[in-house]
């Protein structure tokens, strides 16, 4: 008889020296902040901010899902109400001019944006195509043209004329219709860019900050914890400006997830001057950078109790925040009860 499958193992590994390994992650804080106000989840990996929404008693948090969860209703009133809950995502099934007229949501201007598009880039292709066509014929007629003899040539003349005069109006179409894909493409861009800040939903209206989580990977300390006033906004350069003044002198890896700020040739470069390996965990496990993700958990938690109002209010409170993180004891280390800064004087001895 079988017997039951144990749940896969889960590897634990960390850098054998301190310095040797590094992880990395960036997390985002409101720019004012109250105290015991809980701290929402927040990513800027994807190349715009997702904030948790708030749940109250009063807007408590809904899904499709929960239906089944309704023991009066039988299978087939369980799995209608489903079908009309998610109706949103059956639209690939009808055509656009089906839609109905009520105010469309962000995932269904998304999805008809590319549907344009895409009919846009077909039509495009197709024109140029002919344009090719256009183009290729009257070179083989002007090459025919200049081979005749010159006195063919002389009563052939008015002909050629007219059909290089027949040849100009085309271009000038051809450059007309170039400026107005330029244009029709620098409208495509901007509706789309105003679409992903769309999805920046903070219903509180908050403005954010950037922090950079820097651990090291054998000690668990915290090396670093710079702050980016551009929030969401940070761009790949500040953050590797940042880690240049962080980074120990006997590095060799460097670990962090895919999001836009790491997977840049700003980082590349980095990693080829400093000569460490860049690490990218794999997509959609988290735990492989749990080193850093559980340090932004107790970064966070530790600011739940405090309350700051600019930028440099919240840099104070990480100076108050590093030492003291770095002194307490940390179950997660070798020798369990020992600060990381213990730990690390005393790597040498184990």
């Given at each position: 008889?079988?017997?039951?499958?144990?749940?896969?193992?889960?590897?634990?590994?960390?850098?054998?020296?301190?310095?040797?390994?590094?992880?990395?992650?960036?997390?985002?804080?409101?720019?004012?902040?109250?105290?015991?106000?809980?701290?929402?989840?927040?990513?800027?990996?994807?190349?715009?901010?997702?904030?948790?929404?708030?749940?109250?008693?009063?807007?408590?948090?809904?899904?499709?899902?929960?239906?089944?969860?309704?023991?009066?209703?039988?299978?087939?009133?369980?799995?209608?109400?489903?079908?009309?809950?998610?109706?949103?995502?059956?639209?690939?099934?009808?055509?656009?001019?089906?839609?109905?007229?009520?105010?469309?949501?962000?995932?269904?201007?998304?999805?008809?944006?590319?549907?344009?598009?895409?009919?846009?880039?077909?039509?495009?292709?197709?024109?140029?195509?002919?344009?090719?066509?256009?183009?290729?014929?009257?070179?083989?007629?002007?090459?025919?043209?200049?081979?005749?003899?010159?006195?063919?040539?002389?009563?052939?003349?008015?002909?050629?004329?007219?059909?290089?005069?027949?040849?100009?109006?085309?271009?000038?179409?051809?450059?007309?219709?170039?400026?107005?894909?330029?244009?029709?493409?620098?409208?495509?861009?901007?509706?789309?860019?105003?679409?992903?800040?769309?999805?920046?939903?903070?219903?509180?209206?908050?403005?954010?900050l950037a922090v950079l989580v820097v651990?090291?990977?054998?000690?668990?300390?915290?090396?670093?914890?710079?702050?980016?006033?551009?929030?969401?906004?940070?761009?790949?350069?500040?953050?590797?400006?940042?880690?240049?003044?962080?980074?120990?002198?006997?590095?060799?890896?460097?670990?962090?997830?895919?999001?836009?700020?790491?997977?840049?040739?700003?980082?590349?470069?980095?990693?080829?001057?400093?000569?460490?390996?860049?690490?990218?965990?794999?997509?959609?496990?988290?735990?492989?950078?749990?080193?850093?993700?559980?340090?932004?958990?107790?970064?966070?938690?530790?600011l739940r109790n405090r309350s700051w109002?600019?930028?440099?209010?919240?840099?104070?409170?990480?100076?108050?925040?590093?030492?003291?993180?770095?002194?307490?004891?940390?179950q997660g280390l070798a020798i369990p009860?020992?600060?990381?800064?213990?730990?690390?004087?005393?790597?040498?001895?184990?």
């Amino acid at each position: 008889m079988r017997g039951k499958k144990d749940p896969p193992k889960t590897a634990v590994q960390t850098a054998e020296q301190s310095g040797q390994a590094i992880n990395i992650d960036l997390c985002f804080v409101p720019e004012q902040h109250a105290s015991q106000e809980k701290l929402p989840a927040v990513s800027g990996s994807s190349g715009h901010l997702v904030v948790e929404r708030a749940t109250t008693s009063e807007n408590p948090r809904t899904w499709p899902g929960q239906v089944f969860g309704e023991s009066d209703l039988d299978f087939e009133a369980m799995m209608r109400q489903y079908v009309q809950a998610t109706q949103e995502r059956q639209i690939h099934s009808r055509t656009a001019k089906d839609l109905p007229s009520e105010e469309p949501t962000r995932w269904r201007k998304e999805w008809e944006g590319r549907t344009q598009r895409h009919q846009v880039l077909q039509c495009r292709h197709q024109e140029d195509a002919e344009w090719k066509a256009v183009r290729h014929r009257f070179q083989q007629a002007k090459m025919a043209f200049h081979q005749l003899p010159k006195a063919q040539r002389k009563q052939q003349r008015a002909d050629w004329q007219a059909e290089q005069a027949v040849w100009k109006e085309k271009c000038e179409q051809r450059r007309r219709l170039r400026q107005e894909r330029q244009q029709e493409n620098q409208s495509w861009h901007q509706h789309n860019q105003q679409l992903k800040e769309s999805v920046v939903a903070d219903p509180q209206g908050r403005n954010w900050l950037a922090v950079l989580v820097v651990t090291d990977n054998c000690t668990r300390q915290c090396l670093g914890l710079p702050v980016f006033r551009t929030g969401p906004k940070v761009t790949s350069q500040e953050v590797i400006a940042a880690l240049k003044l962080i980074l120990p002198a006997e590095l060799q890896f460097v670990i962090s997830d895919q999001g836009k700020h790491f997977r840049t040739q700003f980082m590349a470069k980095l990693a080829q001057e400093k000569d460490f390996v860049h690490v990218l965990i794999y997509r959609h496990r988290p735990e492989s950078n749990g080193i850093a993700e559980r340090f932004v958990l107790t970064f966070k938690n530790w600011l739940r109790n405090r309350s700051w109002q600019s930028a440099t209010e919240l840099e104070d409170w990480i100076r108050h925040f590093q030492p003291e993180y770095n002194d307490r004891p940390h179950q997660g280390l070798a020798i369990p009860g020992l600060s990381p800064n213990e730990f690390a004087n005393r790597i040498w001895l184990m």
